[in-house]
C-alpha cells in the first residue's frame, strides 16, 4: 500500500508553497488562512477536479502540485494561468505510467477525499456513494444477457445493485408492466367465466360448427312431403267405394231420367197421334227411333261411367304406391336439428371464450417473463456481492440499500461514518493510504480524537482542518 512520502505545493488555489512529509497532520487557524486549498490543491493533483473559480494562485503563472510516494510513485499536476486544462506527469520508479488519471482514479476513492463532506450529504447520496464503491465489472451487454434486453425507465450511470433495484422496484416498468397485464389478465378471465356460464356444459364447438343445418333441414323436409302423399294416399283410397257409389248414381239417375223422359214423350205422341191423324207417319218414324236413342244415352252413361271409374282406379293405383307405406318418424331428426340450431347460437360467444382464454394465457406467460425477471434483478445483488471485490467488512445490501454490519447509514453516527470512510481508504490493496478530512470542527473532540487514533491504528495518514482562532496557518504533526 503506497504512502505519501512527500506533498509540495506552489501557487495553487491560495496557497504560496507548503511542503508536507509522510506524517499526519492538522492544519488550524482562523478561516481564510489557506487550511481547506492545502486539501483542494492534493484533490486537484489527484482527481484533476475542482469547484473553485481559479486554480493558479493570483498573480502566478502556474499552479504545481507534486505528491510523491514511497514506492516511487511521482505525481506532478500542473495548471497554468488562463488555461481550461492541466497537464498530469506520472512516474513510477522513473517510468511514465500509462493512462495516469485512470491509475489515479484506482488507487483513490471519493470517500478518501472529503469524507466530512460525505456525513454531510443527504442519506441517498450517501448511499449511493457506498454502493459506488463496490468492484463490479459490467456493461450493457451484461445487462443484455441478464434479462434479454435492456429494461426500459432505467438510470443506467447508477452503480450495478443501484440500477438492478430500480429493474425490480414496484414504481419500475417491469413490476408496473406486470400489474397492468394482471389487471388485464383477471379481467379477460372474468369475461371467459362469464361466458362460459351461457354455454351448456360438455359444449362441443367443432361438431356444432361442422354440423349442416341446411341439409338436415332438406332431408327433413322430403320425408315430409313423402308422409305427406302417403296420408294423402291412405285418404284416397279409404274414400274408393264412396266415389264408386257416386258414379253408379249418376248412371243410373242418368238412366231412370232418360227412361221417364221417354216414357213421358211416348205418352204424348200418343195423345198427338190421336189428336193429329195427319201427323201419323211422322209420330210413327219418329216413334221408331226412340229405342235406338235410348240404348245412345245408356251407352253414354256408361262409357262416362267407364271414363270416370279408369280415372278413379288410376288415382287409386298411385294412392295404393303410398297407402301401404308406413310415415316415417321424424321427430329424433327434428329434435336433432332443433339441438343443432340451439347449440349453434352459442358459437360466435364459444369463440369469444376461446379467445379470451387465449390472451389469458398469454398474458400469464408475459406476467411470469415480467416475475422471473424481477426475481432476477432481487436475486443478482447476492450473487454479485460474491463475486464482486466489497470495499469494506461487513458491508451488505438489501433492496438496493447499503448496510454496515446489518445496520443502515441512516443509523450510523457522525462518527461511525467517518469510520467506515477510513475503512474504505485502507480497503484498496493498491491504494493510497491518505485521507484529507476538512472540517473537523464540526465534530466534538472526542469524536475527532477518536477518529485521529483510528487513523493511526489502521497506518492510514490524513491531513485534516480545523477552524481555530489562530490568525496564522499552524501545521501540527499528530
Known amino acids: 500500500m503506497p504512502k505519501t512520502s512527500l506533498i509540495k505545493i506552489r501557487t495553487a488555489f491560495g496557497v504560496s508553497e507548503t511542503q508536507l512529509s509522510d506524517k499526519s497532520v492538522e492544519l488550524t487557524g482562523r ?8 486539501l483542494d490543491a492534493i484533490r486537484f493533483a489527484l482527481t484533476n477536479r475542482s469547484d473553485r473559480d481559479y486554480i493558479v494562485k493570483q498573480g502566478a503563472d502556474e499552479a504545481e502540485i507534486i505528491i510523491e510516494t514511497d514506492t516511487g510513485l511521482k505525481i506532478d499536476r500542473r495548471q497554468k494561468a488562463g488555461l481550461d486544462t492541466s497537464s498530469l506527469n506520472l512516474k513510477e520508479n522513473g517510468l511514465n505510467v500509462p493512462r495516469p488519471q485512470t491509475f489515479l482514479n484506482d488507487i483513490i476513492t471519493p470517500l478518501q ?3 466530512v463532506e460525505f456525513i454531510s450529504k443527504p ?15 459490467w456493461d450493457m451487454s451484461t445487462i443484455q444477457e441478464w434479462f434479454g434486453e435492456i429494461p426500459k425507465g432505467v438510470d443506467w450511470h447508477q452503480n450495478i445493485l443501484s440500477v438492478l433495484n430500480q429493474i ?5 416498468v417491469y413490476y ?3 400489474q397492468q397485464i394482471n389487471s388485464d389478465k383477471l379481467f379477460k378471465r372474468k369475461m371467459a367465466e362469464d361466458i362460459a356460464v351461457s354455454i351448456p356444459d360438455g359444449y362441443n364447438a367443432e361438431k356444432w360448427e361442422q354440423y349442416n343445418t341446411g341439409a338436415k333441414y332438406q332431408e327433413l323436409n322430403k320425408i ?7 296420408q294423402r294416399a291412405k285418404m284416397f283410397r279409404d274414400s274408393y267405394d264412396n266415389k264408386l257409389r257416386g258414379i253408379q248414381a249418376d248412371r243410373d239417375i242418368a238412366i231412370s231420367s232418360a227412361k221417364g223422359a221417354i216414357s213421358a214423350e211416348r205418352e204424348g205422341l200418343e195423345k198427338t197421334i190421336e189428336r193429329l191423324k195427319a201427323e201419323i207417319r211422322a ?17 253414354l252413361a256408361r262409357a262416362d261411367f267407364e271414363t270416370a271409374k279408369a280415372k278413379l282406379d288410376a288415382d287409386t293405383g298411385v294412392a295404393n304406391e303410398y297407402a301401404d307405406r308406413q310415415p316415417v318418424d321424424t321427430t329424433a331428426l327434428q329434435s336433432e336439428i332443433d339441438t343443432a340450431d340451439a347449440m349453434k347460437k352459442h358459437l360466435n360467444e364459444y369463440a369469444r371464450m376461446v379467445q379470451t382464454q387465449k390472451e389469458v394465457d398469454e398474458l400469464q406467460v408475459q406476467s411470469d417473463a415480467l416475475t422471473e425477471k424481477i426475481e432476477l434483478a432481487r436475486k443478482l445483488p447476492g450473487q454479485i456481492l460474491k463475486e464482486a471485490k466489497i470495499p469494506v467488512e461487513g458491508l451488505t445490501v438489501e433492496n438496493g440499500t447499503p448496510l454496515v454490519r446489518g445496520l443502515p447509514l441512516s443509523n450510523l453516527s457522525d462518527g461511525e461514518k467517518l469510520d467506515l470512510c477510513v475503512d474504505v481508504a485502507i480497503s484498496n490493496p493498491s491504494g493510497l493510504q491518505i485521507i484529507l478530512i476538512d472540517g473537523t470542527e464540526r465534530l466534538d473532540d472526542k469524536s475527532r480524537m477518536e477518529l485521529y487514533a483510528k487513523c493511526k491504528a489502521k497506518g492510514l495518514q490524513f491531513i485534516a482542518t480545523r477552524t481555530t482562532n489562530d490568525d496564522e496557518l499552524q501545521v501540527t504533526e499528530l
Do not use: C, F, M
Not at 168 to 172: F, I, L, P, R
Open 123 to 137: 442519506i441517498a447520496e450517501q448511499n449511493r456513494i457506498i454502493l459506488n464503491l463496490i468492484d463490479y465489472k
Open 224 to 230: 315430409q312431403q313423402e308422409n305427406s302423399k302417403i
Open 31 to 38: 478561516k481564510g488562512t489557506g487550511k481547506s486549498s492545502v
Open 283 to 299: 209420330a210413327e218414324d219418329k216413334l221408331a227411333t226412340l229405342d235406338s236413342k235410348l240404348q245412345d244415352k245408356v251407352a
Open 113 to 115: 477525499l472529503n469524507p
Open 176 to 178: 408496473q408492466t406486470r
Open 168 to 172: 425490480q422496484a414496484e414504481n419500475g
